[in-house]
């Protein structure tokens, strides 16, 4: 029988252990958006999710009254107040009405992108 905790006990910091799906769709939903270069793991590598066999960067999906976490590098251009906003609103799309933490952890220069 697998190991239950009681909706009382705290979660796993830094980082979740949110479903592979969920996580996954978060990132791909981020890193969709044209301004974003790359996801991050945020100061200490604390914006995580621990997923089956590895380890998701840049994601780090709350739980019940948390905000869910991501971090990304992103191209230069787009005043980062509007980024902030467009890329949270991705991770609403896939998982509804949450708060969401946006972290800029690099901003790079177009020839900077080109060449990562």
Avoid: K
Wanted: aromatic share 4%.
């Amino acid at each position: 029988m697998g190991h239950v905790t009681s909706p009382d006990a705290p979660s796993a910091q830094p980082g979740t252990s949110a479903p592979r799906e969920t996580a996954e769709a978060v990132a791909a939903a981020v890193l969709a958006h044209p301004e974003v270069e790359r996801l991050d793991g945020g100061p200490f590598g604390a914006v995580a999710s621990y997923l089956p066999g590895h380890r998701l960067l840049g994601v780090r999906v709350g739980g019940p009254g948390e905000p869910t976490e991501v971090a990304v590098v992103v191209r230069f251009g787009t005043p980062l107040p509007a980024l902030a906003d467009e890329v949270a609103a991705r991770v609403r799309a896939v998982l509804g009405p949450v708060p969401v933490d946006v972290t800029f952890a690099d901003v790079v220069l177009p020839a900077a992108a080109e060449a990562c």
